[in-house]
């Protein structure tokens, strides 16, 4: 019967569909089920013989398609009443009452069958007349090459199959009407039919909503959207497997069952399953129950129709919001320069943060913009204020690991908006809004406006519900900046274990060159971004949503220098990513190829040739160094996208990896650093000292701010404390 194997699809479930997963007592139902569904179809098989023998002819009117399922499922062009008896004969040899991955799908595959043979039979009446046409729900050729196309290219964004009795007409009214609204083809089996009249609503082309019949009148569902598969996706007769493929990626239906629950439902239930179309119950169903994804209790009518969506992956287009600013992904890479600003969040001494948190289904309310402190317009013109985004996102198909990747993506979205400026990362970064923007009516809600719109437009597929809270109240800001420290922790601390050499790749980040166009950062397990927000798991999340985005990967391949960690595979990947510019790169030397810098660093590492070391600033000191360079200077000097043989950036957490600046010498090289980067990185410098066995003391021999800002007060110190930077190797 039709070609391929049924397990041969397995990954269609994703492990959700096996005989591990799905309930004996489910199975058992679905089975008894699928024995009535064939019952049915023999007796009325027997009955239509008698009457009429068995070469009366059978078939739907307004189709080429005879009877569509059997026709895409085996390939058989049925057109008499004696060709049935064959094809029930072999259904009903194949199944087992045994619960396996086979037997699961078989029922479904036979439920399928039999709801086909049913409805065919069912058109024939005592005068032998084939009335047919008169049949509700079977949809013929005409309405097909009108509107199945549209399912298929999402205009119609996906078809609805309501079986069954709601809880009461108003309830079935307002999900019809809602699936309505949405655009959905809506076909309604059983009693539904019967309530969606009674509600006066009026199921026809007009509303691309049907009358099916009895319950086994869902198969005019299935047999549509079968024959747009064999009409539109040229799938063959016959070529089942590809067929069902084909109808679980194009076709976006569901079906709803609404009331009772009983052996022949259960058996439709997984016919639709079968075809890749999850199925929603509203009756309450225990744990063991539910087949995650496939069969899922949701009793509440209210949120129904959007849990259905999600869970099919139906991703409908936002409605068009107004900005009073223009957005364009032209304007990533505008910067907004001081004397245009209006004003700025974070920056300058303040205190700034961005988080993105996946939380479950009942922890967001989808679309929702909060503003915790004064708006803009409260706020003086020109200054600089703490102020942070807390961005809550839900999806069935989420990841906490994906909540770093949507995380460093808020950079580009808001850049987008024309007046607008984001810089930085994590809690260093800052929001700038230019005066012409604010003119036109900018208040803080815009950035969760634009951010949800952008954030579910780029990750639908893994992004149902967002959430924005932006935080321009000092007190709150700083609350929630010690909260997200902790994320940010948590993260960093789940590359513990992983290495340069047991990784097989390595990945890029491209987020900067809209305003750093030569540069391009190479992130390895030992080396995050130089924005300090991108690890290698985050940049690996990032490519496995979106392999040609901004993450990614970088075979390694072709070892040239192992002390330098020059690899040919990714002296390639950054020449062709630099526009030609960047030959070599060596990711752990800072002297000879170092890798381009942007202007997003956290920190700048320099040369100090007077002490035979290096010392490191970061954005948050302002004040003078050894080197004879504050940090605006130096940043203006290597963050331009080119190689610059003793100057580096780099991210804060980069000091402590047994890569940082290895083939130079690594830590045992630091003679400065600004009080505040040794307090941040606390006890940690001293464990990563101590393991590159310096001594946890090493970190006692580094100078900062208050030991000295130049090389003659400083230089006094490292002799006394006999810095091992004094007596190594020659830099120069």
Same mark, same amino acid.
């Given at each position: 019967?039709?070609?391929?194997?049924?397990?041969?699809?397995?990954?269609?479930?994703?492990?959700?569909? /096996?005989?591990?997963?799905?309930?004996?007592?489910?199975?058992?139902?679905?089975?008894?089920?699928?024995?009535?569904?064939?019952?049915?179809?023999?007796?009325?098989?027997?009955?239509?013989? %008698?009457?009429?023998?068995?070469?009366?002819?059978?078939?739907?009117?307004?189709?080429?398609?005879?009877?569509?399922?059997?026709?895409?499922?085996?390939?058989?062009?049925?057109?008499?009443?004696?060709? !049935?008896?064959?094809?029930?004969?072999?259904?009903?040899?194949?199944?087992?009452?045994?619960?396996?991955?086979?037997?699961?799908?078989?029922?479904?595959?036979?439920?399928?069958?039999?709801?086909? =043979? =049913?409805?065919?039979?069912?058109?024939?009446?005592?005068?032998?007349?084939?009335?047919?046409?008169?049949?509700?729900?079977?949809?013929?050729?005409?309405?097909?090459?009108?509107?199945?196309?549209?399912?298929?290219?999402?205009?119609?964004?996906?078809?609805?199959?309501?079986?069954?009795?709601?809880? +009461?007409?108003?309830?079935?009214?307002?999900?019809?009407?809602?699936?309505?609204?949405?655009?959905?083809?809506?076909?309604?089996?059983?009693?539904?039919?019967?309530?969606?009249?009674?509600?006066?609503?009026?199921?026809?082309?007009?509303?691309?909503?049907?009358?099916?019949?009895?319950?086994?009148?869902?198969?005019?569902?299935?047999?549509?959207?079968?024959?747009?598969?064999?009409?539109?996706?040229?799938?063959? *007769?016959?070529?089942? /497997?590809?067929?069902?493929?084909?109808? %679980?990626?194009?076709?976006?239906?569901?079906?709803?069952?609404?009331?009772?629950?009983?052996?022949?439902?259960?058996?439709?239930?997984?016919?639709?399953?079968?075809?890749?179309?999850?199925?929603?119950?509203?009756?309450? !169903?225990?744990?063991?129950? #539910?087949?995650? /994804?496939?069969?899922?209790?949701?009793?509440?009518?209210?949120?129904?129709?959007?849990?259905?969506?999600?869970?099919?992956?139906?991703?409908?287009?936002?409605?068009? =919001?107004?900005?009073?600013?223009?957005?364009?992904?032209?304007?990533?890479?505008?910067?907004?320069?001081?004397?245009?600003?209006?004003?700025?969040?974070?920056?300058?001494?303040?205190?700034?943060?961005?988080?993105?948190?996946?939380?479950?289904?009942?922890?967001?309310?989808?679309?929702?913009?909060?503003?915790?402190?004064?708006?803009?317009?409260?706020?003086?013109?020109?200054?600089?204020?703490?102020?942070?985004?807390?961005?809550?996102?839900?999806?069935?198909?989420? #990841?906490?690991?994906?909540?770093?990747?949507?995380?460093?993506?808020?950079? $580009?979205?808001?850049?987008?908006?024309?007046?607008?400026? %984001?810089?930085?990362?994590? $809690?260093?970064?800052?929001?700038?809004?230019?005066?012409?923007?604010?003119?036109?009516?900018?208040?803080?809600?815009?950035?969760?406006?634009?951010?949800?719109?952008?954030?579910?437009? @780029?990750?639908?597929?893994?992004?149902?519900?967002?959430?924005?809270?932006?935080?321009?109240?000092?007190?709150?800001?700083?609350?929630?900046?010690?909260?997200?420290?902790?994320?940010?922790?948590?993260?960093?601390?789940?590359?513990?274990?992983?290495?340069?050499?047991?990784?097989?790749?390595?990945?890029?980040?491209?987020?900067? #060159? +809209?305003? +750093?166009?030569?540069?391009?950062?190479?992130?390895?397990?030992?080396?995050?971004?130089?924005?300090?927000?991108?690890?290698?798991?985050?940049?690996?999340? +990032?490519?496995? !949503?979106?392999?040609?985005?901004?993450?990614?990967?970088?075979?390694?391949?072709?070892?040239? /220098?192992?002390?330098?960690?020059?690899?040919?595979?990714?002296?390639?990947?950054?020449?062709?990513?630099? $526009?030609?510019?960047?030959?070599?790169?060596?990711?752990?030397?800072?002297?000879?190829?170092?890798?381009?810098?942007?202007?997003?660093?956290?920190?700048?590492?320099?040369?100090?040739?007077?002490?035979?070391?290096?010392?490191?600033?970061?954005?948050?000191?302002?004040?003078?160094?050894?080197?004879?360079?504050?940090?605006?200077? !130096?940043?203006?000097? @290597?963050?331009?996208?080119?190689?610059?043989?003793?100057?580096?950036?780099?991210?804060?957490?980069?000091?402590?990896?047994?890569?940082?600046?290895?083939?130079?010498?690594?830590?045992?090289?630091?003679?400065?650093?600004?009080?505040?980067?040794?307090?941040?990185?606390?006890?940690?410098?001293?464990?990563?000292?101590?393991?590159?066995?310096?001594?946890?003391?090493?970190?006692?021999?580094?100078?900062?701010?208050? =030991?000295?800002?130049?090389?003659?007060?400083?230089? *006094?110190?490292?002799?006394?404390?006999? %810095?091992?930077?004094?007596?190594?190797?020659?830099?120069?």
């Amino acid at each position: 019967m039709g070609n391929g194997q049924i397990n041969s699809f397995e990954e269609i479930y994703d492990g959700a569909l /096996d005989s591990s997963t799905v309930p004996l007592a489910l199975f058992q139902k679905a089975y008894d089920g699928t024995v009535v569904a064939v019952d049915l179809a023999e007796s009325l098989l027997r009955r239509a013989i %008698h009457c009429h023998g068995n070469e009366y002819p059978i078939r739907y009117p307004d189709t080429n398609y005879y009877l569509p399922v059997i026709l895409s499922l085996s390939g058989k062009k049925v057109s008499s009443l004696g060709e !049935l008896i064959p094809i029930l004969k072999y259904l009903r040899k194949r199944m087992k009452k045994k619960l396996s991955f086979d037997n699961i799908l078989l029922c479904g595959e036979t439920t399928a069958y039999a709801a086909e =043979i =049913i409805e065919a039979l069912s058109s024939i009446d005592d005068d032998d007349k084939l009335h047919a046409g008169n049949r509700k729900g079977f949809l013929g050729d005409h309405v097909l090459r009108r509107y199945g196309i549209l399912l298929l290219d999402w205009t119609i964004p996906g078809l609805a199959i309501l079986v069954g009795k709601a809880k +009461s007409t108003t309830a079935l009214a307002g999900i019809v009407s809602d699936l309505q609204a949405k655009g959905f083809l809506i076909f309604l089996a059983g009693e539904a039919a019967e309530q969606a009249l009674a509600a006066g609503l009026k199921p026809g082309i007009d509303s691309l909503t049907f009358s099916a019949g009895d319950v086994t009148g869902m198969i005019h569902a299935v047999n549509f959207a079968l024959r747009a598969g064999l009409l539109f996706g040229g799938i063959a *007769p016959g070529a089942r /497997d590809k067929q069902r493929y084909y109808q %679980h990626r194009r076709v976006r239906a569901f079906l709803l069952q609404l009331g009772e629950r009983d052996k022949l439902r259960t058996a439709v239930h997984l016919a639709a399953i079968f075809f890749g179309f999850p199925v929603l119950v509203d009756q309450k !169903l225990s744990e063991e129950e #539910q087949i995650p /994804d496939w069969y899922i209790s949701h009793p509440d009518y209210n949120t129904l129709v959007r849990t259905a969506l999600e869970v099919r992956g139906i991703k409908l287009k936002s409605p068009h =919001i107004s900005f009073p600013f223009a957005v364009d992904p032209a304007f990533t890479g505008d910067a907004v320069r001081q004397e245009d600003m209006y004003l700025e969040l974070g920056g300058n001494g303040t205190l700034s943060f961005e988080l993105v948190t996946m939380v479950g289904a009942n922890e967001i309310e989808d679309g929702k913009v909060e503003v915790i402190g004064p708006d803009i317009y409260e706020l003086e013109k020109g200054a600089t204020v703490s102020g942070g985004i807390c961005i809550k996102v839900y999806g069935r198909r989420m #990841q906490p690991d994906f909540a770093g990747v949507l995380e460093r993506r808020i950079q $580009n979205f808001i850049n987008s908006g024309e007046g607008l400026c %984001h810089t930085g990362q994590r $809690n260093t970064c800052c929001y700038r809004i230019s005066k012409d923007c604010a003119a036109k009516g900018f208040r803080f809600r815009h950035l969760g406006d634009l951010l949800i719109a952008k954030i579910k437009d @780029v990750f639908s597929p893994i992004v149902d519900r967002v959430q924005v809270t932006v935080y321009t109240d000092p007190k709150a800001v700083e609350e929630k900046l010690s909260a997200a420290k902790q994320v940010y922790a948590a993260r960093d601390a789940r590359l513990a274990g992983f290495s340069d050499e047991s990784a097989d790749v390595f990945y890029s980040c491209a987020v900067c #060159q +809209s305003l +750093s166009p030569n540069h391009i950062c190479v992130i390895t397990p030992e080396r995050p971004g130089l924005c300090g927000a991108v690890s290698w798991l985050d940049a690996r999340a +990032s490519n496995e !949503l979106d392999p040609s985005g901004p993450n990614q990967l970088i075979k390694k391949e072709g070892l040239i /220098d192992e002390e330098k960690g020059i690899w040919k595979s990714v002296n390639d990947f950054v020449f062709s990513k630099t $526009n030609g510019k960047i030959e070599i790169c060596s990711l752990y030397s800072f002297l000879r190829y170092p890798m381009t810098s942007c202007r997003f660093f956290e920190c700048i590492l320099s040369i100090v040739p007077e002490a035979n070391g290096v010392m490191i600033t970061t954005r948050e000191h302002s004040g003078p160094t050894p080197c004879g360079m504050d940090f605006p200077t !130096l940043a203006g000097f @290597v963050g331009i996208g080119v190689q610059t043989p003793g100057f580096l950036g780099h991210g804060r957490r980069y000091i402590l990896s047994k890569k940082f600046i290895k083939a130079d010498g690594g830590l045992a090289r630091v003679i400065w650093m600004p009080g505040e980067l040794k307090a941040w990185l606390g006890d940690d410098l001293r464990k990563s000292a101590g393991e590159q066995g310096l001594g946890a003391c090493f970190v006692d021999k580094i100078a900062d701010e208050t =030991i000295g800002t130049t090389i003659e007060e400083i230089l *006094p110190f490292l002799e006394e404390k006999k %810095h091992p930077a004094l007596t190594m190797l020659p830099l120069i």
